[in-house]
């Protein structure tokens, strides 16, 4: 003897329809705020690093950055007659 599923009255199946449809509703607003602060986060980011110019910085390979033209040339902050600072220091020791 097959024992059927209990009944269900409509009005309970209605109701928990429409609380699927408020959940279903509430996770795509959720993720479209969520996938809005993502973009808002990356624009601020990149606005911000586009403040600065990476370009004009260069290194002369042996890790001492080259700040500006090759007549008044600053390395790593300081003005330096001296291109082979290294080399000057490795005499000393």
Known sequence: MEKSPDSVPYIVFEGEIARQERYIRRMWL??????????FVVGSFLLY?????FESY???GEGVNI?????????NGTKS?????????????
């Open 58 to 60: 260069q290194q002369d």
């Open 67 to 75: 700040i500006g033209d090759m007549n008044g040339v600053d390395y």
């Open 49 to 53: 690093l586009n403040q600065y110019d």
């Open 81 to 93: 007659p001296n291109t082979n600072q290294e080399e000057s220091l490795v005499g000393e020791r």
């Open 30 to 39: 959720s993720l479209l705020a969520l996938l809005f602060a993502l973009v």
